[in-house]
Nanobody, 124 residues
Framework: VQLQASGGGLVRAGGSLRLSCTAS????????MGWFRQGLGKEREFVAT????????FYAESVKGRFTISKDNAKNTIYLQMNSLKPEDTAVYYC??????????????????WGQGTQVTVSS
């Protein structure tokens, strides 16, 4: 399985970006897909997740109300719409795929495959 993330860039505070992540290779058995981010010198942190069947979502408190995760099953793609961006949102954003039913989806350990990351920079 390969995950290809795209859509990062430089934006001013208050602006918006939409990230995309497309999975190729094996296209069955997905339990959930998610977005994490890692700022310079920081640990990778959970941002949002979506269950592949059912579509239920969960967000980190820091992005709730500003970010929206969605999916297109037919395209094996997830999206992260990011609005009202803040300088503290600056990070490399990674998409990930988890296969284990019932895993704690806010943990990096729940995910089996990771994309290469896309840089998001928010200027003040």
């Amino acid at each position: 399985v390969q995950l290809q993330a795209s859509g990062g860039g430089l934006v001013r505070a208050g602006g918006s970006l939409r990230l995309s992540c497309t999975a190729s290779g094996r296209t069955f058995g997905t339990y959930a897909m998610g977005w994490f981010r890692q700022g310079l010198g920081k640990e990778r942190e959970f941002v949002a997740t979506i269950r592949w069947f059912g579509g239920s979502t969960f967000y980190a408190e820091s992005v709730k109300g500003r970010f929206t995760i969605s999916k297109d099953n037919a395209k094996n793609t997830i999206y992260l719409q990011m609005n009202s961006l803040k300088p503290e949102d600056t990070a490399v954003y990674y998409c990930a795929e988890g296969l284990s039913y019932g895993a704690v989806l806010t943990s990096v350990r729940a995910y089996d495959y990771w994309g290469q990351g896309t840089q998001v920079t928010v200027s003040s």
